[in-house]
């Protein structure tokens, strides 16, 4: 095109001139056409620039799996919660990491959606085993294979608090059922959130 250009200039009689739109609108095709092929690469990269910054900087942990079970990426947290290099994780595949029943259940109800959602044991290098929140994305990769992105993150923290909650509201409960003395609660509004056994027996009525 450079070559046409400049021959088209010379033709024209100003080889060192400034071509003007007039000039240049026999060409505005081959123009548009050798402009974009730079703007798409620059997007394509700054796009794909921004994926793996997601990927590397997650939080959460995200294996790139095929249909069969073999992780072809696994990116940092996925590695610390897991306790293993990513080439590890590639080696060991999806089923060595979750517990045998739970990873039949996802692959089933993935297959079936093509997505999943639910808290599944993951095992870490050690053999220990956390409760994850599991969430699967299906995708056709740029050569037309099926491919599937896990995402998952450590849920311990939650449980143990939710355990610590139910305990020590059953302690409460137990204490408030078994006083001699009738006990209740109100809300701002004055309405009535919680009655002891007593509290039932003395005003003739249940919660």
């Known amino acids: 095109m ?19 739109p007039q000039q240049l609108q026999p060409h505005a095709g081959n123009l548009s056409q050798s402009l974009a092929v730079p703007i798409q690469r620059d997007a394509h990269h700054e796009s794909d620039e921004q994926y793996r910054a997601i990927f590397t900087h997650s939080p959460d942990g995200i294996l790139l799996v095929a249909p069969d079970g073999q992780i072809f990426a696994a990116n940092p947290a996925a590695c610390r919660m897991l306790q293993r290099t990513e080439e590890e994780i590639c080696c060991l595949g999806r089923d060595e990491l979750l517990n045998a029943h739970d990873a039949a259940n996802m692959i089933a109800e993935h297959q079936r959606t093509g997505r999943f959602r639910g808290e599944l044991l993951v095992f870490r290098a050690d053999g220990n085993a956390f409760p994850a929140d599991i969430s699967t994305a299906l995708f056709m990769d740029k050569e037309g294979q099926e491919r599937t992105t896990i995402f998952f993150r450590d849920v311990s923290d939650r449980q143990q608090a939710e355990k610590a909650f139910q305990e020590s509201y059953s302690l409460f409960h137990s204490f408030m059922h078994n006083s001699p003395a009738a006990a209740y609660i109100k809300d701002a509004t004055g309405h009535y959130v919680y009655v002891n056994a007593l509290t039932e027996q003395i005003f003739g009525r249940n919660r």
């Open 2 to 20: 450079t070559t046409d250009l400049q021959q088209n200039k010379g033709n024209l009689g100003a080889t060192d001139a400034p071509l003007s």
